[in-house]
């Protein structure tokens, strides 16, 4: 009974396309994220949703635009694909209050070529 | 601003034996703490946190943690490492209200049998 699912789980495209990466979650959480990871496995957060409220929105190309239809869902949408972007793409839920303990999907590899 | 500092890189150890990851933190407040392990190809999974309370915080798989206000540091620690624990530790603080995580550069656990 998977707790905080991400599809695809890779995704190659080439430079320039399009892409969604979708986000789920079971667990009843008000809070949604996504964070980036890098080559080097550094981990940066991207953005937070809270209730479908952008809350967080950290220093992250215009070509990424999130959208959240309901609290147990957050997609992430990338526009004109760079090599710079190949990463892996977390999601995390969590309840909106402190200490925010976050449990994270299984993550989706992005290539683009 | 705040930062999370993981001194150790790679760490090597052999199997049964101690295991000490070090964290130390920069944070105004009282921090969220947090240690996740991340296996190869998946996503993060909690091990233990720390937000108020008993300093020595219990977590899965036998890990615990301690939180030393004086020294900003958040030490993950197993007394008897197994092989399957070889993977990446990440230890994050947790800033203000919002849940945003700031995760430290990880460290690399290698087991030697």
């Known amino acids: 009974d998977t707790a905080v699912s991400q599809t695809p789980k890779y995704l190659v495209t080439q430079m320039g396309n399009d892409k969604s990466i979708k986000c789920e979650q079971n667990?009843?959480?008000?809070?949604m994220y996504w964070y980036k990871q890098d080559s080097k496995k550094f981990l940066k957060i991207m953005f937070s949703?809270?209730?479908?409220?952008?809350?967080i929105n950290e220093t992250v190309p215009n070509r990424f635009s999130p959208k959240s239809p309901d609290k147990a869902h957050l997609n992430l949408h990338i526009n004109s694909l760079e090599l710079g972007d190949s990463a892996v793409y977390f999601c995390?839920?969590?309840?909106?209050?402190?200490?925010?303990?976050?449990?994270f999907g299984p993550g989706t590899r992005l290539t683009v070529t | 601003a705040q930062s999370v500092t993981q001194p150790d890189i790679h760490i090597t150890v052999s199997e049964g034996a101690s295991l000490e990851l070090r964290c130390n933190y920069s944070?105004?407040?009282?921090?969220?703490l947090f240690w996740y392990v991340q296996s190869p190809g998946q996503g993060l999974q909690l091990l233990l946190k720390?937000?108020?309370?008993?300093?020595l915080v219990q977590g899965i798989k036998g890990f615990e943690a301690e939180f030393k206000r004086s020294q900003s540091s958040f030490n993950l620690r197993k007394p008897s490492v197994h092989w399957s624990d070889a993977a990446e530790y990440f230890c994050?603080?947790?800033?203000?209200?919002?849940?945003?995580?700031?995760f430290g550069q990880g460290t690399t656990l290698q087991v030697k049998p």
């Open positions: 995390a839920s969590s309840q909106p209050r402190p200490p925010y303990e976050q449990y």
């Open positions: 667990l009843g959480h008000d809070t």
């Open positions: 949703y809270n209730n479908k409220e952008l809350i």
């Open positions: 944070y105004g407040a009282t921090p969220y």
């Open positions: 720390y937000f108020s309370g008993d300093t």
């Open positions: 994050a603080v947790g800033s203000g209200n919002t849940g945003k995580l700031i």
